[in-house]
């Protein structure tokens, strides 16, 4: 399977303040996804990078507040923006490949504190 | 509006049992169904999937069966291994078996007893 990196693994932000989360995977990939993971609750898709276009935003995430990039086939990053405690969270971007079934496969995550 | 749910936050086996692991879904349009294992600081780790054909898959000591009627779906390791002691999630998107916009459940954290 694709080999994913992330950039932090971890960081303690202030409020009000940016932060951008890179994505690096070892092979070309036509479909990256970030998700959010909040404490002690499920994954949950914030949106769809394919490169060469605009990210496709699921409902209650805008592109104000989570710009994605996608410069090319093996790169992606996410920001979150204007940050607040609530954006405390696992971030995770992850890829789409097939190996004989369809699957996703998942970066280590970024772990993000706002104080 | 909680898609697919898994109810039981935890489960308790022993080494060597099966586990069973549980999902329910409510979007009758989901046709395709994944597993996934998450440790702590790890992403989450593709186990198997199973498309709406079909009504399991096996693959080694995993074995996940559907139920479409009930709309479930269940994840079966046998024998079960300290190594297993995880979060569970099961995920399911409708796509006719592609892997996008995977809605989640909430995880099932396992854990097998030596």
């Known amino acids: 399977s694709a080999v994913i990196s992330q950039k932090p693994s971890r960081d303690i932000c202030q409020r009000g303040t940016s932060l951008t989360i890179q994505c690096q995977v070892d092979?070309?990939?036509?479909?990256m996804f970030w998700y959010r993971q909040q404490p002690g609750q499920s994954l949950t898709l914030i949106a769809t990078a394919n490169q060469g276009s605009e990210a496709t935003y699921e409902s209650g995430f805008v592109i104000d507040k989570f710009p994605i990039s996608r410069p090319n086939l093996t790169f992606s990053t996410l920001t979150v923006s204007n940050m607040s405690p609530e954006d405390s969270s696992i971030y995770l971007c992850?890829?789409?490949?097939?190996?004989?079934?369809?699957?996703?496969?998942f970066g280590p995550g970024t772990r993000l504190t706002v104080l | 509006d909680q898609q697919v749910k898994q109810n039981s936050p935890s489960l308790s086996v022993q080494e060597g049992r099966i586990s069973i692991l549980n999902c329910d879904y409510t979007n009758s349009m989901f046709d395709y169904f994944l597993w996934y294992k998450k440790y702590p600081a790890e992403g989450p780790t593709f186990l198997i999937s199973?498309?709406?054909?079909?009504d399991k898959n096996e693959d080694g000591r995993f074995t996940v069966f559907l139920n479409k009627s009930a709309k479930h779906l269940s994840l079966h390791i046998v024998p079960s291994q300290p190594g297993d002691s995880a979060v569970y999630f099961c995920?399911?998107?409708?796509?006719?078996?592609?892997?996008?916009?995977?809605?989640f459940g909430s995880g099932t954290q396992l854990t097998v007893l030596p």
């Open positions: 995920a399911a998107t409708r796509g006719s078996g592609s892997a996008r916009q995977l809605t």
């Open positions: 992850s890829v789409e490949e097939w190996k004989g079934t369809d699957t996703q496969y």
């Open positions: 092979s070309q990939v036509t479909m």
């Open positions: 199973i498309s709406s054909i079909k």
